[in-house]
C-alpha cells in the first residue's frame, strides 16, 4: 500500500476498472509475448520495413505495434493490428488467471459495483477469455484498443474515459486497477484513482504515483467485500 488507505477508496468506490493483462490474467503465459513480437517484426521486413534497433529486441508485441504509428502507414499499422489480434485471441485460449481476480470481479459485482475492462489488447481476446472462464456477466463495457490506432491506447486517457461514458459513472467513485505506469498515467489523467498492481520485482517503484498499490488481487477483494452498500 501507499499513500492512501485501501478501505478508504473501496469505501467510496462504485466503478471498477480493471486493466487486462496483469491484474486479471497473464494473456501471453504459454504463447510468449516475444515470440509474438518475433512474428510481428517478420510481417514487417516481409512489407519491407526497416527495424530500427531498439525495435529488433523488443519483447513486447504493443510495443512492436506503437513503432508502426511511426511509419505513417496506416495500411501496415492495420495489418500488424490485424496479426496482433489474432495472435492474442489465440493466446486468451491457454492465459494464467490473476489470482483472486476472479474473486474481485464477483465481490464487486455482488457488492452492487460495475465492473469494466480497459486493456490495450484487443476486446474480441478479452472476450473469449471472459467468456471461457464464464465471467461475461459481470462485466460491461470491455474497451480494447481502437483498431488500427495504437496511439490511442493508455496512457492515452481516450479507453478510461470511454469506459466512464458506457458506464456513466462519476470518475471520483471510479479506479482503475493496472500493473503499468501507463495504467497509473492514463489513470489520473481521466481524474480516477489508480490503484498499482505490483506483482513482480520493481513494480512498487514504478507504479509509485498510483494512489495505492496492493501485491495481490486478493487485498482489493478484501477490502471491496467489507464495504456495505
Known amino acids: 500500500m501507499s499513500r492512501t488507505n485501501l478501505r478508504t477508496i473501496a469505501d467510496r468506490t462504485r466503478y471498477v476498472l480493471l486493466d487486462f493483462d496483469g491484474p486479471v490474467c497473464s494473456i501471453f503465459a504459454n504463447y510468449p509475448a516475444a515470440t509474438v513480437a518475433t512474428e510481428l517484426r517478420r510481417l514487417l521486413v516481409a512489407q519491407g520495413v526497416t527495424i530500427p534497433e531498439h525495435i529488433q529486441t523488443e519483447t513486447d508485441p504493443l510495443a512492436v505495434l506503437r513503432f508502426t504509428a511511426t511509419l505513417n502507414q496506416p495500411t501496415i499499422t492495420r495489418r500488424i493490428d490485424d496479426a496482433l489480434r489474432a495472435a492474442e485471441v489465440t493466446a486468451a485460449a491457454t492465459a494464467e488467471p490473476t489470482p483472486y481476480a476472479r474473486e474481485v470481479i464477483v465481490t464487486a459485482h455482488?457488492?452492487?459495483?460495475?465492473?469494466?475492462?480497459?486493456?490495450?489488447n484487443s476486446a474480441e481476446a478479452v472476450r473469449a477469455y471472459l467468456t471461457a472462464r464464464r465471467l461475461t456477466d459481470y462485466i460491461h463495457p470491455?474497451?480494447?484498443?481502437?483498431?488500427?490506432?495504437?496511439?490511442?491506447?493508455?496512457?492515452?486517457?481516450?479507453?478510461?474515459?470511454?469506459?466512464?461514458?458506457?458506464?456513466?459513472?462519476?470518475?471520483?467513485?471510479?479506479?482503475?486497477?493496472?500493473?503499468?505506469?501507463?495504467?497509473?498515467?492514463?489513470?489520473?489523467?481521466?481524474?480516477?484513482?489508480?490503484?498499482?498492481?505490483?506483482?513482480?520485482?520493481?513494480?512498487?517503484?514504478?507504479?509509485?504515483?498510483?494512489?495505492?498499490?496492493?501485491?495481490?488481487?486478493?487485498?482489493?477483494?478484501?477490502?471491496?467485500?467489507?464495504?456495505?452498500?
Open 142 to 229: 470491455i474497451i480494447g484498443r481502437t483498431h488500427g490506432q495504437p496511439d490511442q491506447m493508455k496512457p492515452n486517457p481516450a479507453p478510461v474515459l470511454a469506459a466512464i461514458r458506457e458506464l456513466h459513472a462519476d470518475p471520483e467513485q471510479s479506479i482503475l486497477v493496472g500493473d503499468s505506469e501507463s495504467d497509473i498515467e492514463a489513470a489520473q489523467a481521466a481524474r480516477v484513482t489508480a490503484i498499482g498492481y505490483a506483482n513482480k520485482r520493481g513494480k512498487r517503484t514504478r507504479l509509485a504515483k498510483a494512489e495505492a498499490i496492493i501485491g495481490s488481487m486478493a487485498e482489493l477483494a478484501t477490502a471491496l467485500a467489507h464495504e456495505e452498500l
Open 110 to 120: 455482488q457488492t452492487g459495483r460495475r465492473v469494466a475492462i480497459v486493456s490495450n
